[in-house]
């Protein structure tokens, strides 16, 4: 039903807005959990290198940790273009979602 005031048609507005923020911020969060466990998983592997490191004593066990950065830093590498693809996936949800809720036709 049409207001004189045209007040039905902002309340439609500030609900489908108000349900495309939320959509938003849902897909923000997932994003930024994304990024959190990746950090986390960086953050470890370079902890225990650098205590492996310290506790090296000889040439052998520095070559050892070498080869073991080298590995690490493929992991990483590996790590972020899953985090990476997994963010990509999380924004083509919300724009699709973010799609359909703006293409709701009006109701009666």
Avoid: K
């Avoid at 048609?9 to 923000?28: H, I, N, Y």
Wanted: proline residues 1%; glycine residues 10%.
């Amino acid at each position: 039903m049409s207001h004189a005031s045209g007040y039905a048609d902002f309340a439609r507005f500030v609900e489908q807005a108000t349900a495309a923020q939320a959509l938003a911020w849902r897909g923000m969060e997932r994003v930024a959990d994304l990024h959190l466990q990746a950090l986390e998983g960086h953050a470890r592997a370079a902890s225990g290198l650098m205590a492996d490191a310290m506790s090296a004593t000889d040439e052998a066990s520095v070559r050892v940790l070498m080869a073991r950065g080298g590995d690490l830093q493929r992991e990483g590498v590996q790590r972020a273009a899953s985090a990476a693809g997994d963010m990509f996936d999380v924004a083509v949800e919300t724009a699709t979602s973010l799609g359909a809720l703006a293409g709701q036709p009006a109701r009666a």
